[in-house]
């Protein structure tokens, strides 16, 4: 079964800090794609970034980098020089190949970032 | 604008008492699907659609009903509340082909079950 595991339930940083949320996956299946997704104090769920299993490049936009790492099962999102508007809770999410034309996200627990000035 | 609508956007009832959430997306999309988000579980899937007239169940279905019966709309029906549906629903819709998973979401119901 597919599962997603963020460990860190609440973050707490100062502006200018850097930080790193970690997310660890679970499946058997070897073609899925790896989201991240912000919520902000005010619900709604913002789409940050969609990887596929095969690209393992890091990515990096702006002050956000995602570190995908198959080997370990990580897709680990860091946010340099963070601002108090990066305060929400964040969720990596994962979804099975398009084959089976199915598209559910299982999501992991999310993770609440506090950026204090 | 492409989008993904919700309404209400908050409702309080109460317990037995039916109630639709209607969403609504004008992006053409194919699937459509509802998630429910309850603290420390994250947002866990309801049902989905992968067109019109083809639902099926996602992880928590279990006082919930469905429809699609046009391609753009997906409400979700709650026939009798209980307290244990309150929670923050999202609906969500997706294309297929290369665009493929990336899924766009409404912009969330909060629902109080007294």
């Known amino acids: 079964a597919q599962k997603v595991t963020q460990a860190q339930t609440e973050i707490s940083v100062v502006e200018k800090e850097d930080v790193t949320l970690d997310c660890v996956y679970e499946t058997r299946d070897t073609t899925y794609y790896l989201f991240w997704y912000k919520q902000p104090p005010s619900g709604e769920l913002v789409f940050l970034i969609r990887?596929?299993?095969?690209?393992?490049q890091n990515e990096i936009s702006g002050r956000y980098s995602w570190n995908f790492q198959k080997s370990t099962s990580s897709f680990n999102f860091t946010i340099t020089a963070s601002q108090v508007v990066d305060s929400a809770v964040y969720f990596c999410?994962?979804?099975?190949?398009?084959?089976?034309?199915?598209?559910?996200?299982?999501f992991g627990t999310g993770t609440r970032l506090l950026v204090s000035p | 604008e492409a989008q993904v609508t919700q309404n209400p956007r908050y409702l309080i009832t109460v317990t037995g008492k039916k109630l639709t959430v209607t969403c609504s997306q004008n992006?053409?999309?194919?699937?459509m699907s509802w998630y429910r988000q309850d603290p420390g579980l994250g947002l866990r899937q309801i049902y989905y659609s992968m067109n019109v007239e083809v639902t099926d169940k996602g992880d928590v279905p279990e006082g919930y009903k469905v429809s699609r019966k046009e391609k753009r709309n997906f409400p979700l029906i709650l026939e009798s509340p209980s307290p244990n549906q309150t929670s923050l629903y999202f609906c969500a819709s997706g294309a297929g082909g290369p665009a493929y998973n990336e899924q766009f979401f409404g912009p969330g119901t909060r629902l109080t079950v007294l």
């Open positions: 992006m053409n999309h194919e699937y």
């Open positions: 990887r596929n299993s095969f690209d393992e």
């Open positions: 999410a994962l979804s099975e190949a398009p084959g089976t034309g199915f598209q559910k996200l299982v």
